[in-house]
Nanobody, 124 residues
Framework: QVQVVESGGGLVQAGGSLSLSCETS????????MAWFRQAPGKEREFVAG????????KYADSVAGRFTISRDNAKNTMYLRMNSLKPEDTAVYYC?????????????????WGQGTQVTVSS
């Protein structure tokens, strides 16, 4: 059974930091491109950051570049998102996603595997 499970969300004050994890199992994700998306209430799901299978290429949304860092540990089947200098507008449900191609896509429709999401709330 394929599983993608996010963890690490929570409530943090503006300016604070939070780290998210995405654990995968049930198939080999080590060759997948993986990404973080987020969805705020009333808004569409948006791309946050993506990373190729070996971490060689990383891509960030303009809104988080310089504040967020994506990484992965294939030996642990886990991807991470370190979020610094958080802002109230970062409040959303954060989702982990994977696709079987080698390039990073910013379109959620291009990802086949999804987690259930973890809530991140940033208070002002």
């Amino acid at each position: 059974q394929v599983q993608v499970v996010e963890s690490g969300g929570g409530l943090v004050q503006a300016g604070g930091s939070l780290s998210l994890s995405c654990e995968t199992s049930g198939r080999t994700f080590s060759r997948d491109t993986m990404a973080w998306f987020r969805q705020a209430p009333g808004k569409e799901r948006e791309f946050v950051a993506g990373i190729t299978w070996n971490g060689g290429i990383r891509k960030y949304a303009d809104s988080v570049a310089g504040r967020f860092t994506i990484s992965r540990d294939n030996a642990k089947n886990t991807m991470y998102l370190r979020m610094n200098s958080l802002k109230p507008e970062d409040t959303a449900v954060y989702y982990c996603a994977a696709r079987e191609l080698f390039t990073i896509s910013t379109a959620s429709s291009q990802y086949s595997y999804w987690g259930q999401g973890t809530q991140v709330t940033v208070s002002s």
